[in-house]
């Protein structure tokens, strides 16, 4: 069922007959079968989730299109089943643009971000024909303008535009649109309108957009509203100079409410103490409704002033992916020191799996259903310190070594920044129609020693093998 309000409809796994289930998978079946650490994402979740993104848009009557941010899963089995659904996708480098079109995504469905491989990445998104390349920077367009040879004409540009926005001292969420972030033009500066002059000058080039992303793990509407707000007076103040933004991208960064990114100052606080609090659970609904209405508002006032800008482009990482996989791993040691402080020692934490749980408080389930009381534990990965987090504080009955676990929403960010921190990668198990198979194998050692060569074995190049 969708849901407007929280955005996030995905099933939560259930217990049924004593173990836990996703989407009629039984996990703990599926940990003992492909053994642990494993990423676990499944494909109806994957449904889901989009339909409750695209559910605010579509409610606020705005012609809203999906470009998923491919750095926050690149699993081909997860951009898959995204395809299915009829997004698009956002990509930064060429390496992520090579996936795509291997997906057969047609260019008017990818939008390009950046300059991080240089100009060739440019070309390459000319060739593919994007939607637009989105740039951040003077040195990136100067780049663009001076180097334009190779681009079609009529190449779409959009400017990503920096609404300073002012954050909290321990916020962590709001990086990219704050004041003092490294990119972004600024609303009403000489830059910007350089920027914009430059582009209409230019024979080949065409400003179709304006875009921003203000963060990630974003949990209020106000930032967004600000945002939208800077980007309506630019949009306005174009077309006085005969200028018409076709395209309004607002990015990503969407918070997950079951998934918190930590205030910096709460992150450090569970490092340093023996139990940590549990993670408080936000207050705030989805702020999407809220999001949503602003940018309705905005093309209203526009509307009035006779600019309609066709089409609205959303960005969503965390959002989307993060409910569509949990991550399963095991028990390897239990340590009870006594009054109340208990340590569960796992096969994989924030050293070994993904700095994101480290950042982020996460649920944590047994895969057996309690049937006692519940103990408070502080979960750990196999490197007993602090830093190896699972978990600051989970509930959970009495645990042994051997017993398997579930960590929920970790669709967001754990492959794409999954560690070989004393050893290879885990697999990803992929549910469609409650049947798990095998979507990404376990690495083998092999696969991380194969970079390292003999002494005096190199060419002095880089070569592949
Ligand atoms: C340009 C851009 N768009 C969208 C996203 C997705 O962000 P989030 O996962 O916070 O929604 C990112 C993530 O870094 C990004 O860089």
């Known amino acids: 069922m969708s849901n407007s309000r929280t955005g996030v409809p995905?099933?939560?796994?259930?217990?049924?007959?004593?173990?836990?289930?996703?989407?009629?998978?039984?996990?703990?079946?599926?940990?003992?079968?492909?053994?642990?650490?494993?990423?676990?994402?499944?494909?109806?979740?994957?449904?889901?989730?989009?339909?409750?993104?695209?559910?605010?848009?579509?409610?606020?009557?705005?012609?809203?299109?999906?470009?998923?941010?491919?750095?926050?899963?690149?699993?081909?089995?997860?951009?898959?089943?995204?395809?299915?659904?009829?997004?698009?996708?956002?990509?930064?480098?060429?390496?992520?643009?090579?996936?795509?079109?291997?997906?057969?995504?047609?260019?008017?469905?990818?939008?390009?971000?950046?300059?991080?491989?240089?100009?060739?990445?440019?070309?390459?998104?000319?060739?593919?024909?994007?939607?637009?390349?989105?740039?951040?920077?003077?040195?990136q367009l100067q780049t663009i303008v001076r180097e334009n040879g190779e681009l079609?004409?009529?190449?779409?540009?959009?400017?990503?535009?920096?609404?300073?926005?002012?954050?909290?001292?321990?916020?962590?969420?709001?990086?990219?649109?704050?004041?003092?972030?490294?990119?972004?033009?600024?609303?009403?500066?000489?830059?910007?309108?350089?920027a914009m002059s430059a582009i209409a000058a230019h024979r080949k080039l065409e400003l179709v957009g304006l875009h921003m992303h203000i963060g990630s793990g974003i949990r209020s509407a106000a930032p967004y509203?600000?945002?939208?707000?800077?980007?309506?007076?630019?949009?306005?103040?174009?077309?006085?100079?005969?200028?018409?933004?076709?395209?309004?991208?607002?990015?990503?960064?969407y918070g997950l409410k079951s998934a918190p990114v930590l205030g910096a100052w709460k992150i450090v606080s569970s490092l340093l103490g023996p139990g940590?609090?549990?993670?408080?659970?936000?207050?705030?609904?989805?702020?999407?409704?809220?999001?949503?209405?602003?940018?309705?508002?905005?093309?209203?006032?526009?509307?009035?002033?006779?600019?309609?800008?066709?089409?609205?482009?959303?960005?969503?990482?965390?959002?989307?992916?993060?409910?569509?996989?949990l991550l399963l791993l095991t028990v390897v040691d239990v340590i009870d020191r006594g009054q109340g402080s208990r340590f569960l020692l796992c096969d994989g934490g924030s050293m070994a799996i993904s700095p994101m749980l480290m950042t982020e408080g996460h649920r944590v389930l047994s895969v057996i259903e309690p049937d006692g009381d519940l103990l408070r534990y502080r979960v750990l990965g196999n490197m007993p310190t602090s830093l190896d987090r699972v978990s600051a504080s989970a509930l959970l009955p009495m645990m042994h070594p051997g017993d398997r676990i579930a960590v929920l929403d970790t669709g967001a960010y754990f492959i794409s920044m999954n560690n070989t921190f004393s050893g290879p990668r885990p697999p990803v198990i992929w549910i469609e129609n409650g049947q798990a198979r095998l979507a990404r194998r376990r690495e083998t050692d092999a696969e991380v020693f194969s970079r390292d060569l003999e002494p005096g074995s190199t060419t002095g190049k880089e070569s592949s093998p």
């Open 225 to 253: 509203r600000k945002g939208i707000k800077a980007l309506e007076r630019i949009i306005s103040t174009a077309a006085q100079f005969g200028q018409s933004i076709r395209i309004v991208d607002i990015g990503g960064g």
């Open 276 to 325: 940590g609090a549990p993670s408080a659970a936000p207050s705030a609904d989805s702020i999407l409704a809220d999001v949503t209405q602003a940018l309705a508002d905005s093309f209203a006032r526009l509307k009035r002033q006779g600019i309609c800008p066709e089409k609205v482009i959303a960005e969503p990482g965390r959002i989307v992916s993060g409910p569509c996989q």
């Open 10 to 139: 995905v099933e939560a796994p259930r217990y049924l007959e004593g173990r836990l289930h996703w989407y009629g998978c039984d996990l703990h079946e599926t940990a003992g079968l492909y053994e642990t650490p494993a990423h676990v994402g499944c494909t109806e979740a994957v449904r889901d989730s989009l339909e409750a993104f695209r559910t605010p848009f579509r409610s606020a009557g705005l012609p809203a299109e999906v470009r998923y941010s491919v750095k926050t899963n690149p699993l081909p089995a997860f951009l898959e089943a995204l395809r299915l659904q009829g997004t698009g996708f956002e990509v930064c480098s060429n390496h992520e643009l090579d996936l795509v079109n291997r997906m057969g995504i047609r260019g008017e469905k990818i939008v390009a971000t950046g300059l991080r491989d240089g100009f060739s990445f440019a070309v390459r998104a000319g060739e593919i024909g994007v939607e637009m390349l989105t740039v951040a920077t003077e040195g």
């Open 152 to 194: 079609p004409d009529r190449f779409p540009l959009a400017l990503t535009i920096c609404p300073e926005l002012l954050r909290g001292r321990w916020d962590l969420t709001l990086n990219t649109g704050a004041k003092g972030a490294a990119t972004g033009f600024r609303p009403g500066s000489a830059l910007l309108e350089e």
